[in-house]
């Protein structure tokens, strides 16, 4: 039997030489590659689950194990530097911009507005909001004045008295002002909530205190009846750690000077007027002496029109605002009596009546310049309508 032809057997001589002469195809070794830093890891996180049941899994399972758990361990990694650079500071910002707006919530609607349906649909808003850009967004001072507005304007019509007048209570009664409806008005609509939320329009309760004072606390003594005056309380004389020296504004404002007189020694009026002259003609000297004497007393003056000894309608009319006027000239003449008192009736607030009495040594009356009187206007016009650029 012919057996099959080998190509790799040699027949002969010459056949083993012409196969040592052929070019081969030999197979080539594979050059090994470098491991990658994941694969190394895989190779790792491989052995630490080896053992002898497992040792028939492939090698692709376990580079797939591997890369399962690279992958989760990567995502932990990214998700745990999101949270704590990313996410929880923007929680932590849009927190307080919640707290900070719910505070300026609070401290604008306080008071008669503090159950507002507003104030809860505006927490609804900040709870509601996604950063906090949203969140200082809501502009709660412009809702707030608009609601304040539209309650006070209700609150003064629905607060004045019979004078057409209603009193401004600011905060924690720091202040009552009594002032005319128009004023009211002006105050509400010319402020927004954060003055606003700090005042409460009432009716006036009003009673008449009278007060005896120096002419220094009167005034200077140029008040007059239905002048408008604020009561400050002067602390030079006795320092408290707890009083606020830098508080500027009146301990009671707009009350009304019902009546106010002077000693009745002002009323005594006693003058003299002397006018001399001398001749001298050679050795004779002729001196020569004109006076006149003029004495009074203006409410005895008074006394006897009331029974008729003088006529009254002439002597009141002559003696009317007698201590106004006086004043008045003591003013223009920058001569006058610096020792005289005043009995004063003032209208006040009633809850104030005690602060007066208590203090009223140290209490002081002044004009304000929206309230002055003719003459103080006349002066301030003039003052500054004479004034020339330097």
């Known amino acids: 039997m012919k057996e099959p032809k080998d190509q790799f057997y040699p027949r002969s001589f010459g056949?083993?030489?012409?196969?040592?002469?052929?070019?081969?195809?030999?197979?080539?070794?594979?050059?090994?590659?470098?491991?990658?830093?994941?694969e190394k890891f895989n190779d790792k996180i491989g052995g630490i689950f080896k053992n002898d049941k497992l040792d028939s899994v492939d090698d692709e399972k376990k580079?797939?194990?591997?890369?399962?758990?690279?992958?989760l361990i990567i995502m932990t990694i990214v998700i745990s530097a999101y949270y704590f650079l990313i996410y929880e500071p923007a929680q932590e910002e849009?927190?307080?911009?919640?707290?900070?707006?719910?505070?300026?919530?609070?401290?604008?609607?306080?008071?008669?507005?503090?159950?507002?349906?507003?104030?809860?649909?505006?927490?609804?808003?900040?709870?509601?909001?996604?950063?906090?850009?949203?969140v200082e967004s809501i502009d709660i001072i412009g809702i707030a004045t608009k609601d304040w507005k539209k309650f006070h304007l209700k609150s003064i019509n629905t607060?004045?008295?019979?004078?057409?007048?209603?009193?401004a209570t600011y905060e924690n009664n720091t202040k009552n002002v009594i002032l005319s409806v128009e004023e009211a008005t002006n105050i509400?609509?010319?402020?927004?909530?954060e003055k606003l939320s700090e005042i409460t329009f009432e009716k006036p309760n009003t009673v008449s205190v009278p007060i005896l004072v120096s002419r220094l606390q009167a005034g200077a003594g140029l008040i007059s009846v239905g002048s408008i005056v604020d009561i400050y309380k002067n602390n030079n004389n006795s320092f408290n750690e707890t009083e606020d020296t830098n508080n500027t504004e009146a301990d009671v404002s707009g009350c009304t000077v019902l009546s106010i007189m002077r000693y009745e020694d002002?009323?005594?009026i006693e003058s003299e007027y002397s006018k001399g002259n001398t001749v001298v003609e050679g050795n004779n000297t002729n001196p020569n002496e004109n006076s006149q004497t003029f004495t009074s007393n203006v409410l005895e003056m008074l006394k006897g029109a009331i029974i008729q000894g003088y006529d009254e309608n002439?002597?009141?009319?002559?003696?009317?605002?007698?201590?106004?006027?006086?004043?008045?000239?003591?003013?223009?003449?920058?001569?006058?009596?610096?020792?005289?008192?005043?009995?004063?009736?003032?209208?006040?607030?009633?809850?104030?009546?005690?602060?007066?009495?208590?203090?009223?040594?140290?209490?002081?009356?002044?004009?304000?310049?929206?309230?002055?009187?003719?003459?103080?206007v006349k002066e301030i016009n003039t003052t500054y309508t004479t004034q020339t650029p330097g």
Do not use: C
């Open 314 to 376: 002439t002597t009141i009319e002559m003696l009317k605002n007698y201590g106004v006027k006086l004043s008045n000239y003591e003013r223009q003449i920058n001569l006058g009596d610096l020792d005289a008192e005043y009995m004063i009736l003032l209208e006040v607030p009633q809850d104030k009546v005690n602060f007066i009495l208590n203090n009223m040594d140290d209490i002081v009356l002044t004009i304000p310049t929206s309230n002055a009187p003719p003459w103080m």
């Open 94 to 134: 849009l927190n307080t911009a919640k707290t900070m707006k719910l505070n300026e919530l609070h401290s604008l609607y306080k008071g008669p507005l503090a159950g507002a349906s507003t104030v809860f649909s505006i927490e609804n808003q900040i709870e509601d909001a996604k950063n906090a850009y949203e």
């Open 266 to 268: 002002n009323g005594e």
């Open 159 to 167: 607060n004045k008295d019979h004078y057409n007048r209603t009193m």
């Open 63 to 71: 580079r797939k194990i591997g890369i399962i758990i690279t992958a």
């Open 15 to 38: 056949e083993l030489d012409d196969l040592k002469n052929e070019n081969m195809n030999r197979p080539r070794l594979k050059n090994k590659e470098k491991k990658t830093s994941i």
């Open 188 to 193: 509400v609509n010319n402020n927004n909530a």
